[in-house]
C-alpha cells in the first residue's frame, strides 16, 4: 500500500479526529495508548500539518528518537522534522565536543526561527537516578482507582534532605509524564530497636564518652515501620533492584502477577474463615486442612480442629517472587520445621548451621534465590489492619560479627524483614524471570544492559 494512501486512512480516523479536537483545548492532558509500529508517528505526521504550533516530541532516549525521526522522514519527504541533540558532549568524556550534535542544534534552532519545522524530536539530557526509576515503575504498575501511586522509603538520616530534595525537584515532571499524582512517603529506621554490640568475648563496647555502643539491628527494624503504613496491599523491594524504564516489562508483568495470585489466595482464605466461623462438616474441615497443605506453605502432622484453623487462616499473606539461582550471596525459599509442623520461609546463611552436613547441603542446593521481590496483603477477612508484630518470630534473630573504628565486634540482628519478622505468615513463592532482578552491588553492575 502506498504511503498516501496509509496517510489518508489514519486521516479519516474517528480517534484521530477525536484527538485533533482536544488538542486545541486549554490546559487539557492527553494520553494516547496502543500506538504500534510507525503509528506514533503516522499521528505526529498528521496532527502536525492540522495545528498551528509545532510539536516537541520527548522520547526516552536516543534510539527512540532516532528511529523516530527515520520514520517520520520515509512517511514525509519534505523535512517538517528536526532532530534536536540534548548535549554536545560526548558521553563519559566531558571535556570532548561533538561537532555533529554542534551541527544539529544549530540547524534546529534556525528552522524554529524561520517557521520551518512542524515536529521537534529530542530526548532527555540525564540519566534518571534509581529514586526517578522507583516513581516510574509505581506509576506503570500500583495507581489506585484515582491514579494515585503511593510510594513508601526507608531511609537513614544522613540522606534524608538531600532525598526530599531531590524528590521535590522531579515529582511534578513525572505526575505530568504519566498522569499520575505521587503519594511519597518516607521513614527512617528506629533508633529504638538498635541493639547492643559486645566485642569478641561478649564484654559491652563504650563509645568515648563512656556510653554503651548501639547499633542498627538489621533491616528485620523495618517490620514496624511497615507497621505503620495504611495500605491494603503492599509491595516490598529493595532500592538497589531497579533496572531502566526501556527494559522493565517483565518486571512490570511479573509485579502484576503476584499481585493477582495475592487477590486470588486472599479470596480463598477469606471464604474458607467464613465458612469456619457459621458452621463446617467434618468432611469439609478435612477439605480446608487439605488446601491449606497444598497452597499455603505449611504442613502439620495433624489436622487442626475448626477453631486452631480459624487462628491459623486469620494472618497476613505474602506472595514472593524468587528468581532461580546463579550464586549470588544471600537467601533462598526453603521447607523449615518446627514442633511437628513445616511451613515455607526465606532463610539466610547466617541462620543455617554449617556445621551438620545435611543442613550445608541443602542450603547449598538451593534452586532458587530470594530477590526481595514480595506482595504483601496486610488486612484480614474484616477489612481490619493486622499487628505484624505479632506475626513474628522473635527466636530468629542472628548474631553478625562486624567491625568499627577497626575494632572487630559482635552485633545481635532482629530477626530479618522477610525472615523472621514474616515467619508466622502464610508464604507462597513464585518464579520470576531473572530479567526482573536487577541490583547494584559493584560498580560493574551499572555496565549491564538493565541499567544502561
Not at 486470588?264 to 469456619?276: C, G, P, R, T
Not at 550464586?327 to 525459599?333: A, H, K, V, W
Not at 474484616?382 to 505484624?388: I, P, R, Y
Amino acid at each position: 500500500m502506498e504511503v498516501k494512501k496509509v496517510i489518508s486512512l489514519f486521516e479519516n480516523d474517528p480517534m484521530l479526529n477525536l484527538l485533533l479536537a482536544k488538542i486545541n483545548e486549554p490546559k487539557t492532558n492527553i494520553k494516547l495508548k496502543g500506538l504500534v509500529g510507525s503509528s506514533d508517528a503516522l499521528t505526529l505526521l498528521i496532527t502536525s500539518e492540522k495545528i498551528d504550533n509545532p510539536l516537541l516530541v520527548i522520547m526516552h532516549d536516543k534510539e527512540d528518537a532516532s528511529l523516530l525521526v527515520s520514520d517520520l522522514a520515509n512517511l514525509k519527504k519534505s523535512k517538517i522534522t528536526s532532530f534536536f541533540p540534548t548535549s554536545y558532549k560526548k558521553p563519559y568524556q566531558p571535556e570532548s565536543i561533538d561537532n555533529a550534535n554542534i551541527l544539529h542544534r544549530s540547524e534546529t534552532l534556525t528552522r524554529i526561527l524561520n517557521k520551518e519545522t512542524k515536529i521537534i524530536v529530542t530526548y532527555p539530557e540525564r540519566t534518571r537516578t534509581p529514586v526517578e526509576e522507583h516513581l516510574v515503575e509505581g506509576c506503570l504498575y500500583c495507581a489506585d482507582s484515582k491514579d494515585c501511586v503511593h510510594i513508601h522509603f526507608t531511609i537513614t538520616s544522613d540522606h534524608l534532605n538531600a532525598f526530599n530534595k531531590h524528590l521535590n525537584e522531579v515529582r511534578e515532571v513525572y505526575e505530568k509524564a504519566y498522569c499520575k499524582t505521587l503519594d511519597i512517603s518516607i521513614s527512617e529506621q528506629k533508633k529504638s530497636t538498635d541493639t547492643i554490640a559486645v566485642d569478641l568475648n561478649n564484654r559491652p563496647i563504650r563509645n568515648e564518652d563512656g556510653s554503651l555502643l548501639f547499633r542498627p539491628a538489621g533491616h528485620g527494624s523495618l517490620i514496624e515501620n511497615l507497621n505503620e503504613i495504611d495500605a491494603d496491599l503492599i509491595f516490598i523491594k529493595n532500592i538497589d533492584n531497579i533496572s531502566i524504564e526501556r527494559v522493565n516489562s517483565d518486571t512490570i508483568e511479573y509485579k502484576k502477577i503476584l499481585a493477582g495470585k495475592l487477590f486470588e489466595l486472599q479470596d480463598k482464605v477469606f471464604s474458607a474463615i467464613h465458612e469456619l466461623e457459621v458452621k463446617c462438616s467434618k468432611k469439609r474441615l478435612r477439605e480446608i486442612n487439605q488446601w491449606v497443605r497444598d497452597e499455603l506453605g505449611f504442613d502439620s502432622s495433624e489436622d487442626f480442629d475448626r477453631v486452631k484453623l480459624l487462628n491459623h487462616l486469620n494472618r497476613p499473606i505474602r506472595v514472593c517472587g524468587m528468581v532461580k539461582n546463579l550464586g549470588e550471596p544471600g537467601g533462598g525459599p526453603f521447607w523449615t520445621g518446627k514442633d511437628h509442623e513445616m511451613s515455607l520461609q526465606i532463610v539466610e546463611s547466617p541462620q543455617v548451621n554449617f556445621s551438620l552436613s545435611d543442613q550445608k547441603q541443602i542450603f547449598e542446593k538451593a534452586t532458587h534465590f530470594n530477590p526481595v521481590d514480595i506482595v504483601c496483603g496486610v488486612q484480614n477477612y474484616k477489612n481490619e489492619k493486622f499487628d505484624l508484630l505479632r506475626f513474628r518470630d522473635i527466636n530468629a534473630g542472628i548474631i553478625t560479627q562486624k567491625s568499627q573504628g577497626g575494632k572487630d565486634l559482635k552485633a545481635q540482628e532482629l530477626p530479618g524483614l522477610w525472615n523472621g519478622a514474616m515467619a508466622y505468615w502464610h508464604t507462597i513463592f513464585v518464579e520470576v524471570p531473572l530479567e526482573t532482578f536487577n541490583p547494584v552491588k559493584t560498580i560493574n553492575d551499572l555496565l549491564k544492559p538493565a541499567h544502561q
